[in-house]
DNA sequence: GTCGAAGTTTGATGATTTTCGTAGTACGGT
DNA sequence: ACCGTACTACGAAAATCATCAAACTTCGAC
C-alpha cells in the first residue's frame, strides 16, 4: 500500500478545504509547504506536537485535498495541491498566504 | 447598546476568519451576501436553524471581521467586509465563492 | 535478520463547538 | 401603554476536534 487515498480535483470541496485550514498548525503546515517549492517532509518541521497529532493533521489536510502525500522510504513527502486548489478556488490559496505572519 | 463590536481591519485575524468561513451554515450566510450587494438581513435567510443559533453564527463571523452588523429598528443587518478582506487576503473571498455550490 | 528511524493506529481525554429551549431585551406601531 | 417582531443571553446537551501515550508497522542500513 504504497499509495495513499486521495481525492480526485472534483473531489475536493471547499467545506472541508477550509475546515482544514481553519487550524493553527495545519496552517502553519501549509504555510512551510508554500514557502518551499518542493516537497517536504512534514516530520521534521519542528512543530510543538507529538508525531501521532502530526500524523492527524497531516491526513486532514490530505483527505481535503489541500495538500499530496508520497511516501519516500520510511518518511512522507508532503507537496502543496497549487494547481488543483488554483484551479477550484483561484486566489484563494494566494490571499491566505498573503496574510501577515 | 445600538453599536455592536467590530475587529479594527488590523486586528482581523487569519486563523480566526477562516474558522468563521470554516462552517457549512456561515459560509452559506456568506454566500448570501456575496451574492447581494446590499446588506442583508440574515434572520430573514431560512437556513435550518433556530434564531439562537443563528445569532451565534452571526456573531462570529462579526468578531472575526468577516460582516459588518449594524442594527435597523429590531434587525439587524449584515454586510460582507469586502474591502478589508480583500485588503489583508486579496483573492480569499472570490477564491471561495468560485467555488461551485 | 536485527536495529533504529519515521510514521500509523488505537483508545482515551479534555477542550471547543454547534445546537437548542427558555427567558429576556429592544424597538416600532397602534 | 400595550403588543408583536427581531434578536440576544444563558445554560445545557450533544457532537466534534485536538491532543497525547502506547503499541504496532514499515522501511533502510548494517
Known amino acids: 500500500m ?9 473531489e475536493i470541496r471547499i467545506e472541508l478545504v ?3 485550514l481553519a487550524d493553527p498548525v495545519r496552517l502553519r503546515i501549509v504555510r512551510e509547504l508554500a514557502a518551499a517549492d518542493t516537497g517536504l517532509q512534514c516530520g521534521a518541521m519542528d512543530l ?9 493533521h497531516v491526513r486532514t489536510l490530505r483527505e481535503a485535498g489541500v495538500v499530496r502525500v ?11 495541491r497549487r494547481d488543483d486548489l488554483e484551479a477550484l478556488y483561484p486566489g484563494l490559496l494566494g490571499g491566505i498566504l498573503a496574510a501577515p505572519r
Open 70 to 80: 508520497h511516501p519516500q522510504g520510511t518518511a512522507r513527502i508532503s507537496t502543496l
Open 48 to 56: 510543538g506536537i507529538t508525531k501521532s497529532t502530526l500524523t492527524h
Open 18 to 20: 477550509l475546515q482544514a
Open 2 to 10: 504504497t499509495t495513499l487515498p486521495h481525492p480526485e480535483r472534483d
